[in-house]
């Protein structure tokens, strides 16, 4: 995260709009609006989400959640755990989710793309399917659906990339293939430029993936909770 840190209960207030997403919500993809109708205790008391076809959305128990948060001129995020749900005066069907202590303030909406500190072995594969050797970089992000990692040279656009990353915490190990997407070129002090090259998985389990999401909300609290202690 690299916005203003903000005390959570300073920024939220009933009747503010939220954008909710689960932890199987997909990148790129908006989430479930709502609303906030009440704060009692530690919960926040929002409006139930519902589908394209009006039916209500539930989380899973315990469920992480991802919330955007309408500000002045801004957004915040946070993330919040579900708790449970009913009603308010028996009629307005609402979900219970936990209270964060930390908000960030930030402009941009949507996913997040979260920097860790792994090193993923990569084997670039041209157009008429030859496989280069196996190389070792440093991976600049990892999101849902795919990851930036650091590499000599340029790179072609839509060509492929074999991946291998080891011990990602409660995920294992990560083989899969996937697509080039971007490449930037990146300057740097006193030393030769490096390109951040953006790769799309392929082919990626759902319940891979879920491991991936759930890891990196652990990674995002880890770094609010850095944040915050400095």
Request: charged share 25%; hydrophobic share 40%; proline share 4%.
């Amino acid at each position: 995260m690299a916005g203003e840190l903000v005390q959570a209960r300073n920024i939220l207030a009933i009747g503010q709009r939220l954008e909710i997403f689960f932890e199987n919500s997909e990148e790129g993809t908006s989430g479930y609006s709502s609303r906030v109708e009440d704060i009692v205790g530690d919960d926040l008391v929002v409006a139930m989400p519902v589908d394209e076809r009006h039916v209500p959305v539930i989380p899973r128990a315990r469920e992480n959640l991802y919330v955007l948060a309408a500000g002045d001129g801004c957004h915040f995020r946070f993330f919040s755990t579900y708790r449970k749900h009913g009603r308010i005066d028996g009629r307005l069907p609402v979900l219970h989710m936990s209270i964060p202590e930390i908000a960030e303030r930030f402009q941009k909406r949507g996913l997040f793309r979260v920097k860790v500190n792994l090193i993923v072995t990569v084997r670039l594969v041209d157009r008429e399917g030859q496989i280069d050797a196996p190389v070792r970089v440093r991976v600049v992000d990892l999101s849902g659906s795919g990851m930036a990692f650091v590499w000599p040279k340029q790179v072609p656009l839509n060509s492929d990339a074999a991946l291998e990353i080891n011990d990602i915490p409660g995920v294992g190990t990560l083989e899969l293939m996937s697509r080039i997407m971007r490449c930037t070129r990146i300057e740097r002090e006193d030393d030769l430029p490096v390109y951040h090259v953006g790769v799309q998985f392929q082919s990626l389990s759902r319940a891979l993936r879920d491991k991936i999401v759930r890891y990196l909300f652990q990674v995002q609290r880890a770094q609010v909770g850095r944040e915050t202690n400095d």
